[in-house]
Every structure is written in C-alpha cells, then in structure tokens.
C-alpha cells in the first residue's frame, strides 16, 4: 500500500514480556518517528531517524525502550520487560525530510494491552 | 510540561455551523503548527499547518488563525459536515528538534445532522 504500515495492529502480553513493533513507513520517506498515545492524552514523542544521522532517542522513556531502523526503511520499537504502564497506542510516521512544513504521514497504530 | 493545551475536551455544533477548536502553547520558539484529525482506530491525517510568520492559513473549508502575542491558534471548520465529526489534535514543532511534534490532548468534534 502507498500508506505507514504498522504490524501488529493489536498485541496483548503479560507484564515482564518482551515485544516489538514493526512499522514500514512510506517508500522514498526518509524521515521516521515513533510517537505513543496513552488513553486520554494527545501523542508523546519518542524516538526519530533521519537518514543516516543518529537517532535522536530523547523521548523514550526508560532503557527498556529502544528501536533500529535497517536500510532506512523498516523501523522496529522494542520494549523489553513491559509494565502496565506501556499500554497504550504506539504509532509511526514518516516523512519525506525532517524540517517544517514537512507534514508527518501516520500508521493507524499498535495498540499495546500489558496484563 | 504541557506546552501545548487543548482545553476543551469535547465541542459539539449543528451541520452547517461553524466550528471552533482552539490551542494554546507556552514555547514561543515554536515555528510551526499543525493539526490533524483522527477517526477512531485509525492513525492521525494531516489537516492543515501555518508558519508562525503568518497569523492565517486557509484551505477549503478549513482556516487556522494564529496569534503569537496570546500564543493562541484556532481552526475554524466552516460550514461543518457530519464526516467532520473526529478528535483533532494541534501540534507544534521547533525548527531545531528535528521536526518532532509536540502535541496538545486532543478535541473531539461531534457534527449533529
């Protein structure tokens, strides 16, 4: 599809697991962010690449938290030893640059269930 | 640190009528602003943006108002369509972040036919 792609669109585990989360965003885009939307608050910023410049990762919240993004396409958000505290809705987007009126293109989202 | 405020939860006009959904920031560093409407399930979709050089953006039926001295932007939806009916979020970006967006909690717009 010509759309952010993110898999999967539902993921439920128990607290202490490991997950990832997959996001392919548009083709040509070279910038991708994550953001997480916990219930009732707007998006929170998390972690962004741009081309081969290191990541900024200011935004993950802890060393549980980290991502890749191979060949500047496919990103992977991995959350290791979850907590109930991480569910939430986890979304991706792309863009062609970095920089404003760069309009970022969103996946419909992982929504994350920690039991 | 909210520093972008969307106060009102919730606005609920009649079709036809306009529709007012206001944002306020703390960081006057930002440079640019967006909104986006979101449907439930589904991913954010970009609506429109303004620089902060400029106190309007229109397109359609879709104007932002920008008012840097009260640090206060608007969307006004005018004349609301029932299909308008979403929750919208502002956002803000700073030139130098990498152009991260900073997002308010959201509005959700509710069109009566």
């Known amino acids: 599809g010509a759309g952010v792609s993110q898999s999967p669109s539902n993921k439920v585990t128990e607290k202490g697991k490991d997950v990832e989360l997959r996001c392919d965003p548009i083709?040509?885009?070279?910038?991708l962010y994550w953001y997480r939307q916990s219930l009732g608050q707007g998006l929170e910023f998390l972690i962004y690449f741009q081309g081969n410049s290191a990541p900024d990762k200011s935004g993950l919240p802890s060393d549980r938290f980290s991502a890749e993004r191979t060949g500047g396409s496919v990103s992977t958000l991995t959350i290791q030893r979850t907590q109930q505290e991480d569910s939430a809705v986890y979304l991706c987007?792309?863009?062609?640059?970095?920089?404003?009126?760069?309009?970022?293109?969103f996946g419909d989202g992982t929504r994350l269930s920690i039991l | 640190d909210q520093q972008v405020k969307q106060n009102s939860p919730s606005l609920s006009v009649q079709e036809g009528r306009i529709s007012i959904l206001n944002c306020d920031y703390t960081n006057s560093m930002f440079d640019y602003f967006l909104w986006y409407k979101k449907y439930p399930a589904e991913g954010p979709t970009f609506l429109i943006s303004i620089s902060s050089i400029k106190d309007k953006n229109e397109d359609g039926r879709f104007t932002v108002f920008l008012n840097k001295s009260a640090k206060h932007l608007s969307l006004h939806i005018v004349p609301s369509q029932p299909g308008d009916s979403a929750v919208y979020f502002c956002a803000a970006q700073l030139g130098t972040s990498g152009s991260r967006l900073t997002f308010g909690e959201g509005t959700q717009l509710t069109v009566n036919p």
């Open positions: 083709s040509g885009h070279t910038a």
């Open positions: 987007a792309s863009s062609v640059a970095t920089g404003a009126n760069q309009p970022q293109h």
